[in-house]
C-alpha cells in the first residue's frame, strides 16, 4: 500500500502533537530538494519525550503502511530522524533544535498549516 506525501505528512504531524511535541513546523520542499517533498520539525524537553515522539510516528507509520526507511538517533535522544521516504522527521531535544536550527538551512522551504 502506498502513502501519498500529503498523507505521510498529516500521520507525521497528528504522531507528534499526540505525544505533545514543542513548536511543530511542517516545510515543504518540493521544488528545493530531491531528499524529500516534507520535512517536520518539532522538539522534546527530555530524552523521554523525544523518545515518545519518535515511537508514535514509528507506530503510526508501521499502521498506515507506510515503509520506514531509516531511524537515527533514538539511543541519545538528541535528534532522532525518522526517514518515511517523501517526509523526513526531525525530532530535536530543545538543546539541540536551538544549536543546530534547521528551520533557518531549509528557509527556502514553504511552512506548511499542518492543522
Not at 500521520?11 to 513548536?23: F, G, H, I
Not at 524537553?45 to 515518545?52: I, L, P, Y
Not at 510516528?57 to 526517514?83: F, Q, T
Not at 517523501?86 to 522551504?109: G, K, L, P, Q, T
Amino acid at each position: 500500500m502506498s502513502v501519498k506525501p500529503k498523507e505521510l505528512l498529516h500521520l507525521a504531524t497528528e504522531a507528534v502533537a499526540e505525544r505533545k511535541a514543542m513548536n511543530v513546523v511542517a516545510l515543504d520542499l518540493t521544488g528545493i530538494s530531491l531528499v524529500a517533498d516534507y520535512f517536520v520539525v518539532c522538539h522534546g524537553n527530555s530524552d523521554t519525550q523525544v523518545q515518545a515522539i519518535a515511537n508514535e510516528v514509528r507506530k503510526r507509520a508501521n499502521d498506515a503502511g507506510a515503509p520506514i526507511r531509516g531511524i537515527e538517533g533514538m539511543d541519545s535522544a538528541r535528534w532522532v530522524l525518522i526517514d518515511l521516504g517523501d517526509v523526513i522527521v526531525h525530532v530535536f531535544h530543545r538543546d539541540e533544535r536551538e544549536y543546530y536550527n534547521i528551520e533557518r538551512v531549509w528557509s527556502d522551504a514553504k511552512v506548511v498549516e499542518t492543522v
